[in-house]
């Protein structure tokens, strides 16, 4: 048996270029445009993904409507699909739910055990029920329900608020990862009640903790105003601190958040918006707002922390916001025009930096704020026609997404275009454990991905979700081409990895990847060398990586994990 010392050839802080494309894509929807002509109209709102590179999603159809061309059940104006596509984008199951009226879903969540869990806004009656995964509701209802399956798409159990009492008008908006396993549910109230029985709740934005069981241990009322203003996205740190971010106008010209008051900064119109945080005693700790006293619709889209506390935000933003050293300025489009923005707070609710992307006319960062595997940050947004972000220049024939890396010490590492158009909006952006992004939303037109182009059913918009990284491995000793590869052992390992190989007459290029792309290590098996050989990997971080064998007749590969 030889021995192959692992020498570390380059170790690259950034990942996301080095060999990295898009993938593949999967769209949703059908020909009808939404009753109220809304863009986007048909979308996939938001994606979860697992170890192995399974995409969970949910989002919203319109009849009649496919996935990937296999045919849904549709129901009504706007129906509820929750679905599963395994790492290589094939489509593994699906399921519909809704009735007559509109019925949306908002957020998809995973628990360590791998169910999952989904929310939204259902809407029924006695003589319109609607079907909600096999379960008839039939009370006259509009409000949030909260569904329950295992990753083979089974449905474990569902639950609507107000059941049996008036509607409350309740909406589900994110589910999120909270302490000790439990689940933090967003959800917004419009008439005072009782949400499920003996729990009463009142109008404003509430955030509730639940167990797996859906059963809700605590909840307490954050924000309130005659007509809650939006709160479009919320994160829960590392000590179970609440962050949320939303945007208050026309309509909301004052709201109460923690029990203090907030005005709106220019009461002739446009729109300010406000992030804030709450210790995880519920106790407001500090409020930022941003607006301006001319007429700008301006939004607070996206809030994520880090799992060392740090806070990033986006959205809209105009000229002359200072975030930290850094001025936001659109070079490209008007002094009216908004742009997209994203910016680091410490925990304090101190601006540490911002960075704008200038466009040719109002656009925003709501695509989703991520935590890469490097410890850098993954953003996505959309441009029209010309964007320019620091020395990243990108076009289109209209609104187009973007996405792009980050070091939290904002040096910007890429910009990469969605590959579809004119009329594109991305809704969430995702990574796995080997970092590979997955970004979800809504397009118009076509997009093509590896020779294969998804055309959008008609409407206003199709629902999409696209992978943007590496070929994707399903098991441990996968052979992507050729016979060469037999065995990798042991697997997970601390030190040693051996592996074995079909007595070879040919030379063989061994090569090891870490999970971001960089090659870590390269040697040349002569040929009639040996069958068994070991790789030395005591010096190399835990995670992922990734052997690759090259032989005139083709390539094989295997993944191992490196472990303390």
Same mark, same amino acid.
């Given at each position: 048996?030889?021995?192959?010392?692992?020498?570390?050839?380059?170790?690259?802080?950034?990942?996301?270029?080095?060999?990295?494309?898009?993938?593949?894509?999967?769209?949703?929807?059908?020909?009808?445009?939404?009753?109220?002509?809304?863009?986007?109209?048909?979308?996939?709102?938001?994606?979860?993904?697992?170890?192995?590179?399974?995409?969970?999603?949910?989002?919203?159809?319109?009849?009649?409507?496919?996935?990937?061309?296999?045919?849904?059940? @549709?129901?009504?104006?706007? $129906?509820?699909?929750?679905? &599963? %596509? *395994?790492?290589? #984008? /094939?489509?593994? +199951?699906? =399921?519909? !739910?809704?009735?007559?009226?509109?019925?949306?879903?908002?957020?998809?969540?995973?628990?360590?055990?791998?169910?999952?869990?989904?929310?939204?806004?259902?809407?029924?009656?006695?003589?319109?029920?609607?079907?909600?995964?096999?379960?008839?509701? @039939?009370?006259?209802?509009? $409000?949030?329900?909260?569904? &329950? %399956? *295992?990753?083979? #798409? /089974?449905?474990? +159990?569902? =639950?609507? !608020?107000?059941?049996?009492?008036?509607?409350?008008?309740?909406?589900?908006?994110?589910?999120?990862?909270?302490?000790?396993?439990?689940?933090?549910?967003?959800?917004?109230?419009?008439?005072?009640?009782?949400?499920?029985?003996?729990?009463?709740? @009142?109008?404003?934005?509430?955030?509730?903790?639940?167990?797996?069981?859906?059963?809700?241990?605590?909840?307490?009322?954050?924000?309130?105003?005659?007509?809650?203003?939006?709160?479009?996205?919320?994160?829960?740190?590392?000590?179970?601190?609440?962050?949320?971010?939303?945007?208050?106008?026309?309509?909301?010209?004052?709201?109460?958040?923690?029990?203090?008051?907030?005005?709106?900064?220019?009461?002739?119109?446009?729109?300010?918006?406000?992030?804030?945080?709450?210790?995880?005693?519920?106790?407001?700790?500090?409020?930022?707002?941003?607006?301006?006293?001319?007429?700008?619709?301006?939004?607070?889209?996206?809030?994520?922390?880090?799992?060392?506390?740090?806070?990033?935000?986006?959205?809209?933003?105009?000229?002359?916001?200072?975030?930290?050293?850094?001025?936001?300025?659109?070079?490209?489009?008007?002094?009216?025009?908004?742009?997209?923005?994203?910016?680091?707070?410490?925990?304090?609710?101190?601006?540490?930096?911002?960075?704008?992307?200038?466009?040719?006319?109002?656009?925003?960062?709501?695509?989703?704020?991520?935590?890469?595997?490097?410890?850098?940050?993954?953003?996505?947004?959309?441009?029209?026609?010309?964007?320019?972000?620091?020395?990243?220049?990108?076009?289109?024939?209209?609104?187009?997404?973007?996405?792009?890396?980050?070091?939290?010490?904002?040096?910007?590492?890429?910009?990469?275009?969605?590959?579809?158009?004119?009329?594109?909006?991305?809704?969430?952006?995702?990574?796995?454990?080997?970092?590979?992004?997955?970004?979800?939303?809504?397009?118009?037109?076509?997009?093509?991905?590896?020779?294969?182009?998804?055309?959008?059913?008609?409407?206003?918009?199709?629902?999409?979700?696209?992978?943007?990284?590496?070929?994707?491995?399903?098991?441990?000793?996968?052979?992507?081409?050729?016979?060469?590869?037999?065995?990798?052992?042991?697997?997970?390992?601390?030190?040693?990895?051996?592996?074995?190989?079909?007595?070879?007459?040919?030379?063989?290029?061994?090569?090891?990847?870490?999970?971001?792309?960089?090659?870590?290590?390269?040697?040349?098996?002569?040929?009639?060398?040996?069958?068994?050989?070991?790789?030395?990997?005591?010096?190399?971080?835990?995670?992922?990586?990734?052997?690759?064998?090259?032989?005139?007749?083709?390539?094989?590969?295997?993944?191992?994990?490196?472990?303390?």
């Amino acid at each position: 048996m030889k021995t192959y010392g692992l020498i570390l050839i380059i170790l690259l802080t950034f990942t996301h270029v080095n060999g990295q494309t898009w993938q593949w894509g999967a769209r949703f929807g059908g020909l009808s445009t939404g009753p109220n002509n809304d863009n986007p109209d048909e979308s996939i709102r938001d994606i979860i993904t697992d170890n192995e590179g399974n995409v969970y999603f949910c989002g919203t159809v319109r009849q009649p409507s496919n996935a990937n061309g296999n045919i849904l059940t @549709t129901y009504g104006a706007y $129906d509820i699909i929750v679905g &599963k %596509l *395994d790492c290589h #984008g /094939n489509l593994a +199951w699906v =399921k519909t !739910a809704g009735g007559f009226f509109e019925d949306f879903a908002n957020s998809i969540y995973q628990d360590d055990v791998g169910n999952l869990y989904v929310t939204g806004q259902i809407e029924a009656t006695i003589n319109n029920p609607c079907n909600l995964f096999g379960t008839i509701v @039939t009370d006259n209802t509009t $409000d949030l329900f909260l569904s &329950k %399956l *295992d990753t083979a #798409g /089974n449905v474990l +159990w569902n =639950k609507v !608020a107000s059941l049996g009492f008036p509607s409350l008008l309740t909406y589900g908006y994110h589910l999120k990862k909270g302490l000790n396993n439990n689940i933090d549910m967003l959800f917004r109230v419009a008439l005072d009640g009782e949400l499920f029985p003996g729990d009463s709740v @009142t109008r404003g934005w509430w955030l509730a903790t639940m167990d797996t069981s859906g059963t809700i241990l605590s909840k307490f009322l954050f924000a309130y105003d005659i007509n809650p203003f939006p709160v479009f996205d919320f994160d829960t740190g590392p000590n179970g601190d609440h962050y949320f971010i939303g945007t208050f106008g026309q309509g909301w010209d004052s709201a109460s958040v923690g029990g203090q008051m907030i005005y709106r900064t220019n009461p002739a119109g446009g729109n300010d918006f406000v992030f804030f945080k709450f210790d995880n005693a519920n106790n407001l700790q500090w409020l930022n707002q941003i607006g301006d006293t001319t007429f700008r619709f301006i939004e607070g889209s996206r809030i994520m922390v880090t799992s060392n506390d740090e806070v990033y935000i986006g959205g809209s933003i105009f000229n002359g916001v200072i975030f930290g050293n850094d001025t936001m300025f659109n070079t490209i489009g008007g002094a009216n025009n908004n742009f997209p923005f994203l910016a680091k707070y410490n925990n304090q609710g101190v601006s540490q930096w911002g960075i704008g992307m200038s466009t040719t006319f109002s656009c925003e960062m709501s695509g989703g704020i991520i935590e890469l595997p490097n410890g850098n940050i993954g953003f996505s947004g959309y441009f029209t026609v010309t964007g320019q972000i620091d020395s990243f220049n990108v076009s289109g024939s209209g609104k187009e997404i973007f996405i792009g890396e980050i070091t939290p010490n904002r040096d910007l590492l890429s910009v990469v275009t969605f590959p579809s158009g004119p009329q594109d909006y991305p809704q969430e952006l995702v990574c796995d454990t080997s970092g590979n992004l997955y970004l979800s939303g809504a397009f118009s037109g076509s997009f093509t991905i590896n020779g294969i182009t998804n055309t959008s059913g008609g409407g206003m918009t199709d629902g999409f979700v696209a992978k943007y990284g590496y070929i994707c491995t399903t098991s441990l000793e996968e052979i992507i081409s050729g016979n060469d590869f037999i065995s990798l052992y042991p697997n997970p390992s601390i030190d040693i990895v051996y592996f074995k190989l079909k007595n070879e007459s040919r030379s063989t290029l061994l090569s090891v990847y870490n999970s971001l792309g960089s090659k870590v290590y390269e040697a040349t098996i002569p040929a009639n060398d040996s069958d068994y050989y070991s790789i030395d990997i005591s010096k190399l971080s835990s995670g992922v990586y990734f052997l690759q064998l090259k032989t005139s007749s083709g390539i094989s590969s295997g993944k191992f994990v490196k472990t303390d």
